[in-house]
């Protein structure tokens, strides 16, 4: 993505997410506006200097988001390779479900690791992470240079175009199943990520860590059912050799990290023992739009 003239301190969005992105309070198509995106309406929306675009204004702000110390967190998790084969397996399965040109959103991108492995993947695919965190947006918007970043909360109607993405992508992130339908295309697939019963089963109790929702997976269904038919699920399931700084890293970029304090963790992460192997386990689950009387 070229960056703005020199002195502006802004990236600028390419012209193709100007085709994807629509204003949330008209739906009118957004363009470039001295530094900002800007509809028909005058609607306005300012680009940050870090390269993405906040379309939440007013009332539609959210009010939590991954605060900058769980991103770094996470950043430093995911850079050390923990997660890696989960980052293939998505970039693999992209490459047989959406051509190499695809547009591809990310519901709730976090650092932009997954999406911009999948952009390896397809050499001429624009990514669009979504997400609510702004440090969580600046690091999408250099992850990657294909990748985009929009805060947006996934819960609401989303600012793009209906049946714009070829390819959406959910991990670990909330599900909004009438919007993810409603901006997929007709053939496009939607890839979503869950942890299973088994994964960090290891941490649980010595950390305290909370617990995978045993109905996980019926919930996933319930939420997706009317609106997509079910593909292949691939289960991913490997052992972790993790040093202390690993384990506190993965737990602070967690749910977890709300309920336990600094010292609290590195007292219990202490006592673990160095180094310490801890079961991955995910599921994969592919899932195709519905058509009208499916």
């Given amino acids: 993505m070229p960056p ?12 193709r997410l100007l085709t994807i ?4 309070l008209c739906r009118a198509g957004l363009e470039r506006a001295d530094g900002a995106l800007r509809c028909p309406g005058r609607h306005t929306f300012d680009l940050a200097r870090h390269g993405y675009v906040s379309l939440l204004t007013g009332r539609s702000r959210a009010t939590s988001a991954d605060s900058a110390d769980m991103v770094r967190c996470r950043a430093a998790f995911l850079g050390a390779g923990h997660y890696d084969p989960l980052a293939r397996t998505l970039a693999d399965l992209a490459t047989e479900l959406a051509p190499p040109d695809a ?7 976090g650092t932009g690791h997954y999406l911009s492995a999948v952009l390896d993947a397809l050499p001429g695919a624009l990514g669009i992470g979504l ?6 947006l600046r690091a ?11 805060g947006w909360d996934v819960w609401r109607p ?4 209906t049946g714009s993405a070829h390819l959406l992508l959910n991990v670990f992130a909330p599900r909004n199943g009438p919007e993810f339908h409603r901006v997929l295309r007709p053939d496009g697939a939607l890839l979503v990520v869950t942890p299973t019963g088994r994964h960090l089963r290891e941490l649980h109790e010595p950390l305290g860590l909370l617990a995978v929702d045993a109905r996980k997976e019926e919930r996933l269904r319930r939420t997706l059912s009317a609106a997509f038919r079910p593909g292949r699920a691939e289960p991913l399931e490997y052992v972790m050799t993790l040093t202390p700084e690993d384990v506190t890293s993965l737990v602070a970029m967690t749910p977890t990290a709300h309920h336990l304090g600094p010292e ?9 023992g160095a180094p310490v192997r801890v ?12 058509r009208s009387g499916q």
């Fill in 264 to 272: 609290e963790l590195r007292h219990r992460v202490s006592g673990l």
């Fill in 158 to 161: 989303w600012p793009v175009r």
């Fill in 140 to 150: 999408t918007a250099r992850a990657h240079a294909r990748a985009e970043a929009a």
């Fill in 4 to 15: 703005l003239p020199t002195g502006t301190g802004r990236r600028r969005p390419s012209d």
């Fill in 21 to 24: 992105l629509t204003c949330p």
């Fill in 131 to 136: 997400d609510t965190s702004a440090a969580a």
């Fill in 103 to 109: 547009t591809v959103l990310d519901a709730g991108a």
């Fill in 279 to 290: 079961t991955a386990s995910f599921l994969v689950s592919v899932h195709r739009p519905r």
